[in-house]
T-cell receptor, first 114, second 114 residues
Framework: DQQVKQNSPSLSVQEGRISILNCDYT??????FLWYKKYPAEGPTFLIS?????DKNEDGRFTVFLNKSAKHLSLHIVPSQPGDSAVYFC?????????????FGQGTRLTINP | DGGITQSPKYLFRKEGQNVTLSCEQN?????MYWYRQDPGQGLRLIYY???????QKGDIAEGYSVSREKKESFPLTVTSAQKNPTAFYLC?????????????FGPGTRLTVT
């Protein structure tokens, strides 16, 4: 049962343009959503997050949008830069018996072309 | 510098041997987690611990064991009962408290079992 899905395994974008990464979820109990960036053979690094009570959060070039009715979130990167090339994971947070658990999507590999 | 360390970066073992992966953090975080990542898949939760001397099974705990004798340390043992042990293993930690959702990841250990 894939509770968090990233349906695009890869995305290629030209430098300077907007990158849009998408994520869908099925569980209405998720209360917080996070995006992580991961380079090969390294651990993921936290990028940006959004509470389920908000619909937008912005941090510099990164904006996350949440559509609760559609159970969909997206990460916008603008302008895209070569250093943004990485795998991006969305994660959804839920509390189980007082403990926080993150459920991750499969990841989207973003390639920024010069 | 505060952070999470995992050692070694690469680990090779013969089938049938138990192997222990190290995870140490000096962030003073209460919660610690172990994930595995397989190619084309997201991170899947193996075990987690909210406090010292307490830990819970995650989604794929079979064939793994953990201990949490110190706040800073959360070693993972991959036993010979784990059917597909070859993977990239990630340790994470998180500060406890409401409104705090980000998990911080170590650099990972790539385990290869032949």
């Amino acid at each position: 049962d894939q509770q968090v899905k990233q349906n695009s395994p890869s995305l290629s974008v030209q430098e300077g343009r907007i990158s849009i990464l998408n994520c869908d979820y099925t569980n209405s109990m998720f209360d917080y959503f996070l995006w992580y960036k991961k380079y090969p053979a390294e651990g993921p690094t936290f990028l940006i997050s959004i509470s389920s009570i908000k619909d937008k959060n912005e941090d510099g070039r990164f904006t996350v949008f949440l559509n609760k009715s559609a159970k969909h979130l997206s990460l916008h990167i603008v302008p895209s830069q070569p250093g943004d090339s990485a795998v991006y994971f969305c994660a959804a947070s839920k509390i189980i018996q007082g403990a926080q658990k993150l459920v991750f999507g499969q990841g989207t590999r973003l390639t920024i072309n010069p | 510098d505060g952070g999470i360390t995992q050692s070694p970066k690469y680990l090779f073992r013969k089938e049938g041997q138990n192997v222990t992966l190290s995870c140490e953090q000096n962030l003073n975080h209460d919660a610690m987690y172990w994930y595995r990542q397989d190619p084309g898949q997201g991170l899947r939760l193996i075990y987690y611990s909210q406090i010292v001397n307490d830990f819970q099974k995650g989604d794929i705990a079979e064939g793994y064991s953990v201990s949490r004798e110190k706040k800073e340390s959360f070693p993972l043992t991959v036993t010979s009962a784990q059917k597909n042990p070859t993977a990239f293993y990630l340790c994470a930690s998180k500060i406890s408290g409401t409104g705090l959702y980000e998990q911080y990841f170590g650099p990972g250990t790539r385990l290869t079992v032949t």
